[in-house]
Every structure is written in structure tokens, then in C-alpha cells.
């Protein structure tokens, strides 16, 4: 009986993931190839694929069914029923929580907002954009209400994106990593040491830069016959299901590492994706853990890998060969010292390694403050460029440089932030792992050949999906909870071998 | 009221019609980009968004909203709202009348049968395909059953795809065609001159192939605002509304009027589909009027326009600049023959202008035959060689040129095939009565300028989709019924010309 009310539950879900599948193949193609004069009916399809998405989970049905299964003795003997019982529990209280007319002003305020935003930054004036932060703020505390929290709404929010990921565990791993990048970053400002940054003001042919993509995503694992690589403004990873996962890249002619890292960011991301199990698709179990974990598997071979001096042993000989022109004066020492330079800057997206979660930790900071009613969207560039100073010793010249600079919040993403810094956490803690589990891991490397690792991943991380929360996986794997010391003792020895 | 219950059909509409839209993109991106392993889910996704459609069409709300229309005396008052209320009529009883188990039999035989298909035209082995067009032939005349029919089973087929048309009409034509092409062929066998055929035996670089299709489908109208050239096996033209209407080529090394052909081919269909009236989208009004309407519109650019002396007064001069070495020793006059040249030959897709028709016309007898009952399956190879001697007189070597080379009967597609010789017949009949509107069309042609020409179109058959029958369009056009003296006229003077 408990198994037909499952059957009956499951039969919703895959209705549903066959809608969001559709929706993902919409998106994927918005931005690889559909004609201008697409957009309005596009505009038309998403709607209408959401709407039919959001009709199906928060049906009456699907709370009928969860309540009956949630008290059963059946579901207590059945682990992975019960995992996918309580990821769809989670989705479906998030659907019934926020109202309806709530989802429609933050879809109606998003399309402006998003505008507003782009021109502000294009002119660098944040009284253009101030409204639409001030109304997108309220919106979201309003989210955050409806969803409803033990101790800050904040935690609403994050919640969305980091299930079970709270304010107060959040706070003190920041700060302790605020305190230590702060003297990693005073020790390279002592070094007399820099990288030979005019490495990447040289010419790079764009098609030799595809070959090197194509190169380096497949000898690291992802699959082709589940996936492809095109082109697009800001690279992104699309997953319908395990077989088919698509992701993108661009190239910058001068600075190769910009295509290359890119490729290997969304690459992770798609490995992680195409790894789901298929027999669980698209139930929870089959689906990604969180936002912050799925991080963790970009950045692992992002900067655990691909920055790593074992990586370019195999590495840096085919690229002398794609580029002998460019690279004819630069030694292997030097490449790699030169995508492992530390210096702080101004722009999130463009900051290295060290530098970054700082600017992740200014952000949530920042956030928690506004969703909490602490600090008033009007203060924003002030409060900005005092945290600005106090962590990096400098000011943003101007509000584009500064508060303006990143889009998350003019749609009204707060609570996303954090997980690019738990990503970088969780990376370096998998990293820990999997070099005590697998002996002589960078030999592999230097072969070029990372199938021990990416098998390691698999097991360990792909096929769990969401049978676990976040922090109960990072106990599995590591047994212990999420702590800075991985990563921290990563960027310690970074700077020891460069600096 | 009357105008309430037509907009809530209209909502039905648009709902099909978002479906619909959905399904053209899954089916263009199964066609182009998508990954090998992402088939599995496609075909869930397009199973999906079929059942849907289906569910929604013959809903008994259809039916009853269709109902109360027509009894209405708002809807005779209305021309408009009354050529959608036809066209759904159309459409619903085709879909309530063909019972589903009569669907899924259909769609479970579709896979097994095209795969036999393709073995035994690989082996040119009838036997092997034998059993499934024999299952596909009692299935269709089945479906013949269920929709209805006055004179033969065979007109309930052909006007799934041309609605109106039968047998009895359709016969004559056939029969006149038949005979005055066959007099044409005469004279080309007595006469001395024949093309230069080695002309397509020579280089021509896909990189300045894909340039000249760019050239000729803009320069002929196609916006790639509103669509895009990609390249796949078999060339075809998806419209998901007029904002993104895509179409497809593909290119030989050696032989350059494969892809240029395709892609004016396609280009002709695109620019149809573009030109439809955006605010009747999905409604019958706003889609294409019929099969062999549609097929009228890609003839008429590919053979009426593209094989003209005026076309190629303008065009082979760029040939010549894009591929200087392979036409060096080519004359304009030497080129516009060979693209004109006529031979008797085994294979429909291969074949001239002139004989297409011929391959055209022995598919309608011998399907018609088939669906009537006095022709059996496993007789096909006989009558095949019998008729095709009869009308070019020789004997295909062997099944796969013959009666194996031909897809459609495979997906038991019968009835579809009269549409393309129906397309040309249009095609010669619009040539005519647009050159009576335009003066000195021709000369347009060889500057280049094909606006007059498509504004034309656009105003006398685009913008009309199904407010009309095929049959009423012509006669509002042309004032006279379908006559195949546009078409033989055509040709009779480019075999005067030529040979």
C-alpha cells in the first residue's frame, strides 16, 4: 500500500522533471542559439513550464501523499524512499509556504530590476538601482517569513539554496578564515616574489584555445556522448539528466587562462551532473546535494587540479605546443606560478584564489545585515566601501568597482553568496580525502590521468545525490563537520611554494 | 457569450500551441546538437508533450466549445474566428476519430518498421521489410476506416496532409502530367546537347559553401533574425512561431548544388513559416495552409526562382568570386544549363525538375492501390519495376533503387507523397500569376532584388494560412482550379530553351 502511495509519487515527480527538463533544454538554448526575435514566445514557454511545475508539486495530492508516507512504519525501513520523501517534503513546503502573489511581484519586479541594475552599473550610479534593491529586499524578507526560521531570516534564504546551512555555523568559520587569508594576503604583500602577469597579454588563436578546452575536459572525465561545449557570454552548466548535460565557456584572445578555467569550472560541475544515478532521476537522491556542494565539484578541479604543479607537468608541454609562439619565452615554473598569483582587486569574479572568499564573506555580511533590517539598501555603497577597506586596505574607485558589481542581488538572490565559499570548503576538504584514500594521487596527475579521482567523486559524492544533507556528507566522507582547515592549510602551502 | 466560449477555445489553443513549440525545439535540437546519450529522455520529453497535446485537443470541452460555435449565428458573422473554428474542427475529429489503441499500435510499429526499412534497403532486401509494410499498410487503412471517406480510403489519408484533395480530382492531373512529360523526355533524348556534369565533380570549399547559402537565403529574403542555418543529414525547416522558424542544409565537397539547393530549398518553407500572421499563432489561420501549399513555396524559390536564367544573371558572378578555381573554365551559360540538365533516373531525391514528377506519380498510383486493398505488400517490388519500366523505361537494378528507397512508407506516411508534385503545380501556377501582377519580375532578379517577389507571397499566401482551403486559395489567386498547364508550360520552355 505505502509502495503504491510511493509509485503514486514518484509517477508526480518524473511528470515534473520531465517539465524542468524542458525548461532546462528553453534555457540552454536562450542563450546558445536561439534568433533574436525568439525571445517573446520563449518568455511564453518558461512561464508556462513553471507554472505547470509549481501546479504539480504544490497540488493538494502531493501533500496527501507525503503525509501518509511521512507517517509510515514502511518509510522508517526504506532509507533511499525516505531521502527523496524529504527532499520532496522540502520542495513542496517551499511551493505551498511562499503565496503565490509573492512569486508574481518578485517575477514582475525581477525584469526591471535586472535593467535598472545594468544600467546603474553601466553609469556607475547607485541611486538608479536603489529602489528596486530597497523593493527586492522586502520582497525577499517576506520570502524569508513565509518560509519562516529559528533564529535569523537570513537563514530562510540560504536555506533555498544550502539546506540546513545556518547564520550561526556560517559566522565563525568566516571569521576565522576572514582572519587567516588576512595574513596569507600580509606575508604575499612581503614577498618581493610576483608572476609574470604580461604572460597573459599575449595572442592565444581562439581555435587553438577550443582545442585546448576540448583537451583538457576530456582527459579530466567529462563525458561527450552526455553532453557539449558551445559558446556563450557567461559559462554555465545545464543538466536535463545524466545523459544529457551541457555546458559552457568563452575565450578571451590575450588571457588564456580566462576560456581554459572556465572549461574546467562548468566541466566539474558537469562531471558532478552526469555522474547522478540515472534510476533516481529526477527524484532527490538523483539530484544534486546543494548549491555549495555542486561548487565544490567545480572548483575542486578548477583550482585543486588545474592549479596544481602536478596538473601542469602533464599540462603545460601541450600547450607549448597550441601556443609556440606565445609561450616560447615562458618557462613551466613561471605558467604555473603566473595562474597561481595572489593580489587583491576589486572585482569578485575576477580575484584568484585566496582573495575570493574574502569578497564572498564581505557579501554575506553585507546580506545577513539587509535581510535582518540592519542596514538599509540606501547605505549600501557606504557600508560597501568602509567593509571594502577594513578587509582589503583599499576603496573601490567607483560604486561599479564596488556594490554594483555583481548581478545576484537585483534579481534578488541573497543567501547565494556564501555557497561559492562553502564550494571552496568543501573542495579542499574532498581534496584532503581523497589523497589520504587514494596513495600517490598527483602521480596520477602528472600522467594525465584523473579517472582515480573522478571515480573517487563518484562514489563518494555523485551517486549520494541528496540522500544526505550537506553537512551529514561532509561527516560520512570526512568525519568531521565542515572546518576551514582544509582549504586554509591548501592556501598556506600555495603561498609557502610561490611567495 | 459566442465571443467568450471562441476565446476559451483559443486558450485551449495556445496551450496546444506552447506544446507544439516545445516539441519543434526537442525535435530541431534532436536533429542538430543534442548528445548521443541524451535520446533516452527526448523521446520521454516528445512522448510527453504529444500525449499532452492529444489530451487537450479531445477533451470533450473541445467538443463541446466547437459544438456551440458552430451552431452560432455570431460565428457566420465572423470569417476569421469561422476559418479557426473549421480548422480545430479539422483537427478534433482527426483526433477523436482515430482510436488510441490504434495511435500506439501505430507509434510502438514506427521504430521497428523504420529499422527494418533501413536494413533491407541497406541489403536491398524486400523481404525484410515486407512483413512491417504490410502490418503498416492494414494499420493506416484502419485509420482510414476511422476518419471517413466518400470515394476511396486513400483520400481520408491524403487529406490528413492536404485537406480537400482526392483521388478523383487528383487523378486526371496526374494523368496529363504523366503523358506531356513523357513527351518531354522524347525530345531531350533526341536531342545532341547535354550539360557539362563534370562541373559537379570539382572542389568547392564548405567554408565558401556555407557563405554562398548565407548569401543566397538573405539576399532571397529568409531573416536570421528570426531563424538560423544549421547543418544536418536529411535538410529540414521547423517553425515554433514566426519569431523562430530554423531550417538546415548540408554541404558536399564536390558537388555544390546539393547544399545551395537545400538551403534556397528550406529557405523557401522558412520564409512561409516567418510570414505567418503572428497574432493568429498557434490558430489555423496562422499556420500553413497545407502540405503541398508549403511544398509550393520551397519549389517556387528552388526551381521557379534558383534554376532561372534571371537568378543566376546576378548570382554566378559571386559563385565565380567564392570558388575561382573550380569555375575558371565555366561559362554563366554553361552553369545555368547544368543546373538544368534532365535525365530519366532511379532515385526520386536525385532527379531533375522535369522527371521528379514521374517518381512522384508512380508512388500515388501504387499507394493508392496498396491502401485500397488491390495491391498486397509483398507485390510491391514487382509492381515497382513494372510501373517504373511503363513510365522511364528501364528496370531498377535492384530493390534499394527501386521500391526500397523511399522512408515514408516505412513511418507509413501514405498519402504524403502526392503533396510534393502538388507543391510544384502551385509553385508554377503562383510564378504565373505573379509575373502578371509584377511587370518585368525578372528584371528584379538579376540585380538581386527579390522583394516584389516575396512581398507577393507574403501578402497572397502567407498572411492567409488556413483561412482557406488549398483549392479556394488557388481559385482566389488564380481564378481557375489547380491546372497542370502552369507547370507544364514551365517546363516545356526550358526544355525548348535548353535542348
Redesign the interface.
Known amino acids: 500500500m505505502n509502495q503504491k502511495l510511493y509509485q503514486e509519487l514518484v509517477d508526480r515527480e518524473k ?1 515534473r522533471g ?1 517539465l524542468s ?2 525548461l532546462e ?2 534555457e540552454w ?1 536562450e542563450s546558445t ?10 518568455g ?2 518558461k512561464a ?2 513553471a507554472k505547470k511545475q509549481h501546479a504539480l508539486l504544490s497540488h493538494e495530492r502531493t501533500g496527501e501523499l507525503l503525509h501518509e508516507l511521512e507517517a509510515s512504519s514502511w518509510l522508517k525501513e526504506h532509507g533511499l524512499e525516505r531521502a527523496n520523501v524529504r527532499g520532496i517534503r522540502r520542495a513542496y513546503d517551499q511551493a505551498v509556504k511562499i503565496p503565490p502573489r509573492l512569486i508574481e511581484e518578485l517575477a514582475r519586479l525581477s525584469t526591471p530590476s535586472v535593467e535598472a541594475w545594468t544600467e546603474a552599473r553601466r553609469l556607475s550610479e547607485f541611486e538608479l538601482f536603489e529602489p528596486y534593491l530597497e523593493k527586492m529586499i522586502a520582497l525577499r524578507r517576506e520570502v524569508a517569513k513565509a518560509l519562516g526560521y529559528k533564529v535569523s531570516p537570513y537563514d530562510a534564504l540560504m536555506d533555498l539554496y544550502e539546506p540546513g546551512a545556518t547564520t550561526a555555523e556560517i559566522r565563525p568559520l568566516f571569521a576565522t578564515m576572514k582572519k587567516e587569508i588576512g595574513s596569507l594576503l600580509d606575508r604575499v604583500g612581503k614577498s618581493s616574489r610576483r608572476p609574470r602577469g604580461e604572460i597573459f597579454e599575449r595572442d592565444y588563436p581562439i581555435a587553438q584555445q577550443e582545442n585546448l578546452s576540448k583537451l583538457a575536459m576530456t582527459a579530466l572525465g567529462y ?6 561545449l ?1 559558446l556563450t557570454t557567461h559559462p554555465f552548466c545545464r543538466g ?2 545524466p ?2 548535460v ?1 555546458i559552457t565557456t568563452r575565450y578571451d584572445l590575450k588571457d588564456v587562462r580566462d576560456g581554459l578555467f572556465s572549461t574546467i569550472h562548468e566541466a566539474g560541475h558537469g562531471m558532478y551532473e552526469q555522474g547522478l544515478r540515472p534510476d533516481q532521476w529526477p527524484l532527490p537522491v538523483g539530484k544534486h546535494c546543494s548549491m555549495g556542494i555542486h561548487e565544490s565539484q567545480s572548483r575542486l578541479w578548477e583550482n585543486m587540479v588545474a592549479r596544481s604543479e602536478a596538473f601542469w607537468e602533464f599540462f603545460f608541454p601541450k600547450m607549448r605546443e597550441l601556443f609556440p609562439s606565445a609561450l616560447q619565452d615562458v618557462s613551466q615554473e613561471q605558467f604555473v606560478f603566473a595562474v597561481n598569483g595572489v593580489e587583491r582587486s576589486f572585482i569578485r569574479t575576477e580575484s584568484d584564489e585566496v582573495t575570493y572568499n574574502l569578497h564572498i564573506i564581505l557579501r554575506f555580511e553585507l546580506e545577513e545585515a539587509l535581510i535582518k533590517g540592519d542596514l538599509q539598501a540606501k547605505d549600501v555603497p557606504t557600508a560597501w566601501n568602509e567593509k571594502f577597506e577594513s578587509i582589503f586596505g583599499m576603496v573601490p574607485p567607483k560604486s561599479a568597482m564596488g556594490c554594483l558589481q555583481d548581478i545576484h542581488w537585483s534579481c534578488g538572490d541573497f543567501g547565494y553568496f556564501p555557497t561559492y565559499t562553502l564550494g571552496n570548503l568543501y573542495a579542499a576538504q574532498w581534496m584532503e580525502c581523497a589523497r589520504a584514500a587514494l596513495p600517490a594521487l598527483e602521480d596520477d596527475f602528472r600522467r594525465g590521468d584523473f579517472a582515480r579521482l573522478k571515480n573517487w567523486l563518484a562514489t563518494n559524492i555523485y551517486v549520494e545525490g541528496q540522500r544526505m544533507l550537506p553537512d551529514e556528507l561532509c561527516n560520512k566522507i570526512a568525519g568531521n563537520d565542515l572546518s576551514p582547515e582544509p582549504l586554509l592549510a591548501h592556501l598556506r602551502r600555495k603561498i609557502d611554494r610561490f611567495y
Open positions: 511528470e520531465l527538463s524542458l533544454l528553453a538554448d542559439y536561439m534568433p533574436k526575435k525568439g525571445g517573446p514566445l520563449r511564453e514557454q508556462y513550464l563525458d561527450l556522448d552526455a553532453g557539449r558551445d536535463m539528466n545523459g544529457d551541457r
